[in-house]
Every structure is written in C-alpha cells, then in structure tokens.
C-alpha cells in the first residue's frame, strides 16, 4: 500500500463548485494482476451533512507536452469506468472512514493509470479524501479539477496552493482476487487529537479549491 493508513489532512472543494475530482497515480507493472475487485476510499468531513454520494473513477494516462516542450504523462480527459458509491452516517471531526467499493472485476488499463473520487461539493459540503503527510512515506503523483477547469488537470505536484506543499500520498487503495480485504487501522489517542487539531484547522481554511 501507498500510505500509512493514517490521515493528516484532506483535499476538497468549496461549496461553489459542483463537480470535483482527485486520482492518485498508480501503474499495472506494480501489481500482480489488471483485474480489480473493488477501490478502497477513504474519506472525512467538517461540515454539516454526514453523507456522500460520490463516484470511483478510473482514468488511463495520456502524454502531453507542456509549453517548455517537456513530455508529461496526465489522465485522460474521460473516464475509463465511473462507479457510483455512497458512504453514510461519517463522523465529523476526528474519524478517517473507509469504504470498499466493488468494482465486478474491472480490467485495468496497461501501464500508468488513475483511481480517485469525483463527487458534488455543493451538497456533500466540507468533504474530503484523505490524505497522508507522514514524511516517511513515499511521494504518489495524483491530480484534481473541478467543472470550472474547463477539463484541464493540474498535478498536485504543479499548484501554488500550499495544502499540497506536505503531500505524500491519497488513502486510496486497490483490491484484486488475490489481495485481502482492507485492514483499517485504528488511531491511537495522540493520534485522534492530532488529526482533530488538523481538521479544525481545514475546516478554518476551508481546504480552498477554486474560489
């Protein structure tokens, strides 16, 4: 797995927006099959409504060259599968939470692709994918956009936003036939205050995304 099971903050959208997404990068050489049974997604909140209806998308990769004539790899501009998912009753504040969502034996496309969430920020309010800043942790591409970007991905890498200064990687994570199923890992008291002190900072940031 990519992370460490642990949050230490979130990606989200302000309530004006009305459609956006986050993928993490991965690659089918790394995996021991391209058949995918389910996406584990890990999600919280800081505001109001405890639930979300959300898709799981899956985005092959394309090249493209950038203005100073570098090639750079970035998810298509068109899913390659979409499955509806809803995650209900989320605690606020202090609780990361999982859920597995089937994905019937998806075949993946060959080489690098893209796995996130895409979801309504103007009614799942003050939702966000989880995501790990443990510096020992190692460092997963990912992208966003939002129905404002007019299609247009930006790396997480690319962006003078400073949440993503500390990012290490997303909870996201993929099972196949042969993969057990999740193992959530429980947060030590430390922990929990920690990662609310956090929240309460995001929640006072509002985790801006396109204003």
């Known amino acids: 797995m990519l992370d460490d099971g642990v949050p230490e903050s979130g990606y989200g959208w302000v309530p004006s927006a009305i459609e956006g997404?986050?993928?993490?990068?991965?690659d089918t050489g790394t995996l021991s099959q391209r058949v995918l049974d389910a996406a584990c997604v890990c999600m919280l909140r800081t505001g109001t409504v405890d639930a979300i209806d959300f898709e799981v998308v899956v985005y092959a990769s394309r090249e493209v060259v950038d203005d100073q004539g570098?090639?750079?790899?970035?998810?298509?501009?068109?899913?390659?599968?979409?499955v509806p998912a809803r995650l209900d009753g989320v605690p606020t504040g202090v609780q990361a939470n999982w859920i597995e969502v089937?994905?019937?034996?998806l075949r993946l496309p060959l080489g690098r692709f893209y796995l996130g969430a895409?979801?309504?920020p103007s009614v799942a309010v003050r939702f966000?994918?989880?995501?790990?800043?443990?510096?020992?942790?190692?460092v997963v591409g990912g992208f966003f956009r939002d129905d404002r970007s007019e299609g247009i991905w930006t790396s997480v890498f690319?962006?003078?936003?400073?949440?993503?200064?500390?990012?290490?990687?997303?909870?996201?994570?993929?099972?196949?036939?042969?993969?057990p199923a999740?193992?959530?890992?429980?947060?030590?008291?430390?922990?929990?205050?920690?990662?609310?002190?956090?929240?309460?900072?995001?929640?006072?940031?509002?985790?801006?995304?396109?204003?």
């Open 21 to 26: 997404e986050y993928v993490q990068a991965f």
């Open 70 to 82: 570098e090639v750079r790899v970035i998810p298509e501009a068109e899913p390659f599968a979409a």
């Open 102 to 105: 089937p994905l019937d034996g």
């Open 118 to 120: 895409r979801w309504d």
């Open 128 to 138: 966000f994918v989880c995501v790990d800043q443990t510096e020992t942790t190692d």
């Open 158 to 179: 690319a962006t003078n936003d400073p949440i993503f200064i500390p990012h290490r990687s997303m909870l996201l994570r993929l099972r196949g036939s042969d993969v």
């Open 182 to 211: 999740l193992e959530v890992p429980a947060l030590s008291p430390v922990g929990l205050a920690a990662l609310a002190a956090g929240l309460m900072l995001l929640g006072l940031l509002g985790l801006a995304r396109r204003r």
